[in-house]
DNA sequence: TATGAATGAGCATTCATTCAT
DNA sequence: GATGAATGAATGCTCATTCAT
């Protein structure tokens, strides 16, 4: 990579990081392209060579991120089998980031196709491991004879549903914090035989 | 209703009618009042007079349309005891109005705040047919001893989320039409006692 | 005059009541045409039928209550002849109506042409007075040998000027009031001999 | 300066001047962003890309002005100590910018308040060298034992009296040559021990 | 590579006035 | 005489994108 190039991809990332930081307080729709420029510190035409369109940006961003947080999960997650373990873990890290998910829970049905997408695609990689635990539960017959990608539609589902709606169920407040026992304990008793 | 009057419903109903189709297509966010105006074929000034404010506009709109699906929801779902019944009879009546509840699924962390504190109280009026019915249930020793407003979390989350993400889900298809046997048979699995 | 004479008159009456109230408070400027007629209690359109233009109703306001307060002021000032009595009486006058006086001290350049005139036309009449005493006084020796006009239109245009700058200089106090004691001691000083 | 900053330096004095030409015409008041950008012969938007608020247009027109004037007003009067001559040279100066002098009596009530700070600041400034010459001509016993204040206010306030009714006591003619005669002997007499 | 000035369509809202009823 | 619905031009301002330098 020749001096030049270096320089370019420095470029990228400058303006890449103050985009994400401008995201995650103000989301994708309401940062505009010249906020971004501004506090990355370049010209507001500099942003439109690197990435032609708004989108582009924005998609660059979540591969970066998407990338990072996957690989965090996966160091989370991979040696996690049991279910409930891997259920606190991941609401962990979603406490740990929660802006950034909470943004994107409210922001998705109007992001570009293709970032929808990628995303729908990264979460799937996470379900997976819900999965596995999941049928090795139920093939021990420590779980319920669940259909068990239903069973996860409702978890990711609802999870998202509280995310995109934490305003309002949780002011300023952490609504995963607020949540998370209710989460697990339904969660738990829809896979589980027995009563507590 | 003199003449007068006749024609300025007339001209409400015409704007309304436009504003909701346009809505239906583009959601409220992305639909200007010029537009309306066009689409209802009178001035953009007109519309103002009609509702001073483009909030009081779509307040409107979810009142006529909100006030509508209650009264039918009631009649639908008012005699009946059921848990699986009153969830089909919802679900049947959301996959007739999709196109209405998806966008505001979509939309709902973006309203106005009066609007938003309608539609959640709109939604606790619903949940409280469902409630009436779990808990007789349970009473009555047929449903699993189970946190009953935490089911209904997970149950509207759910509803919710896949509404949000339908056109990912399922194009231009019914999302509910697609998902409906899923919801209710995991639904039940969560509530029942015993295993298919 | 017929009953449909009298009702007009009535109609034309409470506009006006409603207009010279409304002006008080915010100006004609910035008092629509609309507001007027909601105060009044009749229909938008009403009012254009008794004052065809905004400006025919501000036209006939002047007129109707600068022709009370002109009536006032003459009573107040025909049988005063020292100046510094007419001056006192007058500023009294003023501090008393403020809120009216200094809206159109601010206004007034914004008025059309022909209430300028008529405006003007009354201040002149109001002139008058100090006009006749200076000059009486000045012929029996008591004040110094000035140009009388020239020493109105100091005194006129001081008062004017801190009428339209009441705000900047007095706040919501009286400008008046607060500078009654200047006014009078420096005109007075103006016009005198001796020193104080 | 490069030719980029020559080349937006360029089109800063052109909306300026355009701004500065409806506004003397006009008044700030009743110029529109858009009539600006029209006679400046660019975009609307550009305007805003280099006034972001029409109010920083303004507040840099009366900057440029007022540092301008306040500029030639010092050399004017830095070195004239006698109030007599000082009046004249202010006059004189008042006389050559009239319109833009008008227009800003006539305005001032409306202006934002930032503005108006800084117009009475200015004004401030230019009442220093009255101050200062009357103080020392009273020290010296050449003027009567007035309050200078008070008389400033006489003065100042008919001077503005004079400009914001311009339209009305002089029509298109100069109303400070008009009046400077009136002004100035009146204004003597008023400090002054001697008869005419 | 980078710059940043320029673009212009788009936005919600206001308001004096008109006119059919 | 009175009504009030309808009009549409006008307003200040935003923002993703372009392009000459």
């Given at each position: 990579?020749g001096?030049?190039e270096?320089?370019?991809?420095?470029?990228?990332k400058?303006?890449?990081?103050?985009?994400k930081e401008?995201?995650?307080?103000?989301?994708f729709l309401?940062?505009?392209?010249k906020?971004?420029?501004?506090?990355?510190?370049?010209?507001?035409?500099?942003?439109?060579?690197h990435f032609?369109?708004?989108?582009?940006l924005?998609?660059?961003?979540?591969d970066?991120?998407?990338?990072y947080?996957?690989?965090?999960?996966?160091?989370?997650?991979?040696d996690?089998?049991?279910?409930?373990?891997?259920?606190?873990?991941?609401?962990?890290?979603?406490?740990?980031?929660?802006?950034?998910f909470?943004?994107?829970?409210?922001?998705?049905p109007y992001y570009?196709?293709k970032?929808?997408?990628?995303?729908?695609?990264?979460?799937i990689?996470?379900?997976s491991y819900?999965l596995?635990?999941?049928?090795i539960?139920?093939?021990?017959?420590?779980y319920?004879?669940l259909?068990?990608?239903?069973?996860?539609?409702?978890?990711?589902?609802?999870?998202n549903?509280?995310?995109?709606?934490?305003e309002?169920?949780?002011?300023?407040?952490?609504?995963?914090a607020?949540?998370?026992?209710?989460?697990i304990n339904?969660?738990?008793?829809?896979?589980?035989?027995?009563?507590d």
């Amino acid at each position: 990579m020749g001096k030049r190039e270096q320089a370019k991809q420095r470029t990228r990332k400058v303006i890449i990081d103050a985009a994400k930081e401008l995201f995650i307080w103000n989301g994708f729709l309401n940062t505009s392209t010249k906020e971004i420029a501004d506090k990355a510190g370049i010209a507001h035409g500099t942003l439109f060579f690197h990435f032609p369109k708004k989108e582009s940006l924005i998609l660059e961003i979540f591969d970066r991120e998407g990338m990072y947080i996957t690989d965090q999960l996966h160091q989370v997650l991979h040696d996690t089998y049991g279910v409930e373990e891997l259920l606190h873990r991941y609401l962990l890290f979603l406490e740990e980031e929660e802006d950034f998910f909470a943004i994107i829970a409210r922001e998705f049905p109007y992001y570009p196709e293709k970032l929808k997408q990628r995303l729908l695609f990264r979460e799937i990689g996470i379900r997976s491991y819900f999965l596995t635990a999941l049928n090795i539960g139920k093939a021990e017959g420590r779980y319920r004879n669940l259909d068990v990608t239903a069973a996860l539609t409702f978890l990711f589902g609802t999870i998202n549903y509280l995310l995109s709606h934490r305003e309002q169920l949780a002011g300023k407040q952490s609504i995963i914090a607020l949540k998370k026992e209710l989460i697990i304990n339904t969660f738990l008793r829809i896979i589980n035989y027995k009563e507590d």
